[in-house]
Structures are given as C-alpha cells and as structure tokens.
C-alpha cells in the first residue's frame, strides 16, 4: 500500500498557473491509478481527474477540461495536476488519491481506497 503526501498549493492570481505534487512512498506505485478530487468548505469532495497505471490514459471532469492536466512520474513515485488560466472557483482543499482501478468515468469518492491528507488551493487578487 502507498502513502499520499501533496504538495504545491497556495494562493495565485485568476489567470494565474500552479502544480500540485503527490509524493507517494510505499509499494508498488506503478500499480496505482491516481487521482485528484478537491473539496470547498461545507461541500461534498468532487472529483477532478484520474490517470492510469503507466500513464498512458487521463481522465478529466469538464469543468476543469482544457485547463488542468495530470501526469505521472512513475521513476519518482509522483503525480502531478498542472492547473492553468485559474479561476476563484478553483479555490479548494485538493486532495491525491489511489486506487488500484482506474475508471473511465467521473469518479466518486467510494471508488477509491486511499487519501493524502489535502493542499490548500487559493484564486484571489
């Protein structure tokens, strides 16, 4: 099993760039789908976008689709959301998953199996 640790948040400009990392440790890394969900205060966790096993299939929400991309350093255990043109509804707790699936759907939070522990993401002038 792998543990989750992200990194990268904190407060940028709309129109604005950040990456978030996810640093895993553990076993087994490249045997993981990962993904990353976000959460607003008093809101459900909702899901942004997943990637495969090596890489080679993404899977993004519309509402991020075009500005947000995910990749995986499987050499490095990391995964990585590259969030471009930010918007202040971008502003959320962002939150690394696992799962030993990878779902070619939106997915939900019971889909998946283990949580980093959250990175703060901030839009504002």
């Known amino acids: 099993q792998v543990q989750l640790v992200e990194s990268g948040g904190g407060l940028v400009q709309p129109g604005g760039s950040l990456r978030l990392s996810c640093a895993a440790s553990?076993?087994?890394?490249?045997?993981?789908?990962l993904g990353w969900f976000r959460q607003a205060p008093g809101k459900a966790r909702e899901f942004v976008a997943a990637i495969s096993w090596q890489g080679e299939s993404t899977n993004v929400e519309d509402s991020v689709k075009g500005r947000f991309t995910m990749s995986r350093d499987n050499a490095r255990n990391t995964v990585y959301l590259q969030m471009n043109s930010q918007r202040p509804e971008d502003t959320d707790i962002y939150y690394c998953d696992a799962d030993p699936h990878f779902y070619g759907r939106r997915w939900t939070v019971e889909d998946v199996d283990i949580w980093g522990q959250g990175t703060q993401v901030t839009v504002s002038s």
């Open positions: 553990g076993r087994d890394f490249g045997k993981y789908a």
